[in-house]
């Protein structure tokens, strides 16, 4: 039965939403990690699978290359979880001879596999990035119109 739901085995779960309408990166230098305050906790050691859906906005003028990545991290180790980075959105606009150009680039959930030695309070960080140009706006949100989440699943 590999493969099929017969042959998975869930030992617990955990699952937790932003709880504030959004968090504002605005005033946080770029390229700076934000805690967005959700987090959950790993009851024992094992092999998880985490996973969060992330929820940004972004508003900005041309030109600019400017962007919103989000990543786990492990409170208790405090380090980032192998492979958890992920771009939430990205702008890039510049004009050219009187042509704009747009480019976007997003990614909003991550999906890794997670093994632990003990209970571990694993949380959602964000951050902007101007490469070129500065944002106007950038927010992680969590509301009626789409929720920032966090959950897990431990395998084994």
Do not use: C, K
Request: hydrophobic content about 45%; charged content about 10%.
């Amino acid at each position: 039965m590999a493969g099929t739901a017969g042959s998975i085995r869930v030992g617990g779960s955990g699952f937790a939403a932003l709880a504030v309408s959004f968090v504002d990166l605005q005033p946080t230098p770029s390229g700076t990690w934000v805690n967005t305050g959700l987090q959950l906790v790993l009851p024992a050691a094992g092999t998880y699978h985490l996973d969060a859906t992330v929820r940004s906005s972004m508003t900005a003028a041309s030109p600019v290359n400017t962007w919103v990545a989000a990543r786990l991290f492990d409170v208790t180790a405090g380090a980032a979880v192998p492979d958890s980075e992920a771009i939430v959105q990205q702008i890039s606009m510049n004009a050219s001879a009187g042509v704009v150009n747009h480019g976007y680039n997003n990614t909003a959930p991550i999906q890794v596999q997670y093994a632990v030695t003990g209970a571990r309070t694993i949380r959602l960080e964000a951050m902007r990035v101007n490469a070129s140009g500065a944002s106007a706006t950038a927010r992680i949100h969590s509301d009626g119109n789409g929720r920032t989440t966090l959950r897990f699943a431990r395998m084994a």
